[in-house]
């Protein structure tokens, strides 16, 4: 008996056996791409089991994000290790500030990188020294998905922050940028951004698109903003760098309002910091 697959069903087999995804890249590649770059002070391919640290071992530097409140299972999948971290919407990981080492940026200069699969359509932080209350807030940088008040609706959104304020005359901070694509739900993507010292860049599977300027909502009526800002939202123009303010490192939530917030909900198979801004041709590798 002669037996023969469809094309359809070839070409799907080709391709896994070829490209070992669908970004083309096989968990190994991606990681050793990651490690041979040039910046990388953490990265976390979360394989550990629940209830331990998650460890980043970068050049002798040990990073461990610890399970802040109710244990994280391990899950089968991800792009990195073949495992990912499930975040139900109450928990997170956690390093505090006087342990986060060279995660406190001190170049000006930092890139984001998470491999996520998004589960709910809500405010979701991925990972980042953002701190919203505390003192009158203790922002640094951080990478969102969703921030709707000011344009980055279910959008990749990487922010950053100077003085750890919200951006006056503002209630909130303003200093964001958020991709022209938006994020899908249950869907494997990577997520990220770059700030330069100048210029916040939002990326989603490793591409950069630009936005024309357009009106921010919720900026009009504010003293000197009758009627609102007109500004693009990427790249953003944000020239004053990263303030060193104290907050801790966390992952899938931050500090709001007096309590835990912004919970993300679904899975992160990867999360990698750099202390430069990675260019959008070295971005495009790590989808």
Not at 49 to 57: C, F, L, M, P
Not at 109 to 123: L, N, P
Not at 170 to 183: E, M, R
Request: hydrophobic content about 35%.
């Amino acid at each position: 008996m002669k037996c023969s697959l469809s094309p359809f069903l070839v070409i799907i087999l080709f391709t896994l056996m070829y490209n070992g995804d669908c970004y083309g890249q096989t968990s190994s590649d991606r990681y050793a791409t990651l490690k041979s770059t040039d910046g990388l002070v953490a990265l976390w391919d979360f394989k550990e089991k629940e209830g331990t640290d998650r460890v980043s071992s970068i050049d002798g530097n040990m990073l461990r994000l610890s399970e802040a409140s109710n244990k994280i299972p391990r899950i089968d999948g991800g792009p990195l290790s073949g495992y990912a971290i499930e975040l139900s919407g109450e928990a997170y990981l956690s390093i505090p500030y006087e342990d986060t080492g060279a995660l406190n940026v001190r170049q000006n200069e930092v890139t984001v990188i998470a491999w996520i699969k998004r589960r709910d359509s809500g405010i979701g932080f991925i990972a980042g020294m953002w701190n919203e209350y505390a003192d009158g807030g203790k922002r640094q940088y951080g990478l969102f998905v969703n921030l709707p008040h000011y344009n980055g609706t279910n959008q990749v959104c990487g922010h950053i922050s100077q003085s750890g304020k919200p951006t006056g005359p503002f209630p909130y901070s303003i200093d964001y940028s958020a991709s022209k694509q938006l994020v899908p739900l249950e869907e494997w993507v990577c997520v990220g951004f770059t700030y330069d010292g100048k210029y916040i860049k939002s990326f989603l599977n490793g591409v950069f698109e630009e936005r024309k300027a357009e009106l921010i909502s919720h900026t009009a009526g504010f003293e000197g903003y009758p009627d609102g800002i007109v500004q693009s939202k990427n790249p953003y123009y944000f020239p004053y760098g990263i303030g060193d303010n104290g907050s801790d490192f966390t992952v899938g939530a931050v500090f709001v309002a007096g309590k835990m917030g912004n919970f993300f909900k679904g899975e992160i198979g990867g999360l990698a910091v750099f202390d430069r801004a990675l260019t959008d041709t070295e971005m495009i590798k790590f989808r």
